[in-house]
């Protein structure tokens, strides 16, 4: 299984980034795919995640109204649209997925395979 996240890059206070993460090596099926972010000196957060299947969604509170998580099953491909972007929401962004589907959705110990991590820096 492969998870290769990209889009992260340098961008002003209120602007606007999409990260994609490209899934390939088995089918996913109704498991949960998440979104992580970890900044300098910090532990790995929990940001945002979206169900293959139903195209749940859910987020933490730091970025609820602010980011979109979705998914095109077509290309096997998560998103997370992040808006009114913040200094404090610099980090290495992580793409990650579930081997089995589980509710823990914001627990990084519920996923299986990780992405290599893109970096956002958000300049004030």
């Known amino acids: 299984v492969q998870l290769q996240a990209y889009g992260g890059g340098l961008v002003q206070a209120g602007g606007s980034l999409r990260l994609s993460c490209a899934a390939s090596g088995r089918s996913f099926g109704s498991v949960i795919m998440g979104w992580f972010r970890q900044a300098p000196g910090k532990e790995r957060e929990f940001v945002a995640a979206?169900?293959?299947?139903?195209?749940?969604?859910y987020y933490a509170d730091s970025v609820k109204g602010r980011f979109t998580a979705s998914r095109d099953n077509a290309k096997s491909t998560v998103y997370l649209q992040m808006n009114s972007l913040k200094p404090e929401d610099t980090a290495v962004y992580y793409c990650?997925?579930?081997?089995?589907?589980?509710?823990?959705?914001?627990?990084?110990?519920?996923?299986?395979?990780w992405g290599q991590g893109t970096l956002v820096t958000v300049s004030s």
């Open positions: 979206v169900s293959w299947g139903g195209g749940n969604t």
């Open positions: 990650a997925a579930q081997r089995f589907y589980s509710s823990d959705y914001y627990n990084p110990g519920a996923y299986a395979y």
